[in-house]
């Protein structure tokens, strides 16, 4: 999975920016990150003109633009509606957009992915499992 070159990225409940320094900032030319305030607090302190860390509700969020990326780095739990709450998201998705998920591999998990895979096109996935036996579900979807 690769986010586009350049493109736009809005990470949904990024807490205190810990993906956001993953991506290299010449990998995109707009990071947004939003999260609940005590979070952004901390994230906030890392913004420049490519990177910007809001507060807001996951449920109730709005940034006001499109994205190439929209992200949900283990944040989907936190939806009342998970695929209801993407179906809002699509309105902030670029046309030619894509959602990149990842969540912890539990039953309940398993049953949500697929729930979603039913309404998507699932364009990559992997599933990540550390030294420990913990395991991750990584996707990237299209509008269906």
Known sequence: MEIKPQGTVLD????EGLLQERITPFH?????????DKA??????????????????????NPGESFD???FNESIYYLHD??????R???????DGIFIISMFQSEKNIATKQRIQEKYTTLDEVTITNTKG?????????RA
Request: aromatic share 14%.
């Open 12 to 15: 949904v409940g990024c807490g």
């Open 69 to 71: 990326a929209i992200i």
């Open 89 to 95: 998201y699509e309105e902030f998705l670029k046309p």
């Open 82 to 87: 998970t695929v209801g709450g993407l179906q």
């Open 40 to 61: 952004i607090e901390i994230a906030s302190k890392k913004n420049d003109e490519k990177t910007h860390f809001v507060v807001g509700d996951m449920n109730t969020f």
């Open 28 to 36: 995109y030319s707009k990071y947004m990150g939003t999260d609940l």
């Open 134 to 142: 913990t395991t991750w579900m990584c996707f990237a979807l299209s």
